[in-house]
Nanobody, 119 residues
Framework: QVQLVESGGGLVQAGDSLRLSCLVS????????MGWFRQAPGKDREFVAG????????YYADSVKGRFTISRDVAKNTVYLQMNSLKPEDTAVYYC????????????WGPGTQVTVSA
C-alpha cells in the first residue's frame, strides 16, 4: 500500500505562485511513477504532471507547460508541484497519485488539496 497526503493549497491571486507537496509513505518507490491531477467544479479530473521516481523524468499537460514544475525529493519521500503564473482556470482540487511503472493506471490517490486562483 502507498499512502499519499497533499498540502500547500490555498487562495491566491492571478499571477501568483504556489507550491504543493505530497508526502508519500508505505512502500519503496523506485518502481513507481507519481502524478498530479486536478478536478475543477463540474469537470472531469485531468492529468497535470508526472515524474518517474527513479531517474526523475517528467512530463506535463500542455495547459501547464512552462508554468508548472514537478519534482521529487527522494530523501524526504515527497513530490512537489511548483505552480507559477497561476490563472483563474487553474482553480481546482489537486490530487497526488502513484502508479507502478508497469501499468498505466494510477492506483493510489491522496485526499486532495484545494487551489483557488482569483482574478
Amino acid at each position: 500500500q502507498v499512502q499519499l497526503v497533499e498540502s500547500g493549497g490555498g487562495l491566491v491571486q492571478a499571477g501568483d505562485s504556489l507550491r504543493l507537496s505530497c508526502l508519500v509513505s508505505g512502500r519503496t518507490l523506485s518502481s513507481y511513477a507519481m502524478g498530479w491531477f486536478r478536478q475543477a467544479p463540474g469537470k472531469d479530473r485531468e492529468f497535470v504532471a508526472g515524474i518517474r521516481w527513479r531517474g526523475g523524468s517528467t512530463y506535463y499537460a500542455d495547459s501547464v507547460k512552462g508554468r508548472f514544475t514537478i519534482s521529487r525529493d527522494v530523501a524526504k519521500n515527497t513530490v512537489y508541484l511548483q505552480m507559477n503564473s497561476l490563472k483563474p482556470e487553474d482553480t481546482a482540487v489537486y490530487y497526488c497519485a502513484a502508479r507502478s511503472i508497469t501499468q498505466e493506471t494510477y492506483d493510489y490517490w491522496g485526499p486532495g488539496t484545494q487551489v483557488t486562483v482569483s482574478a
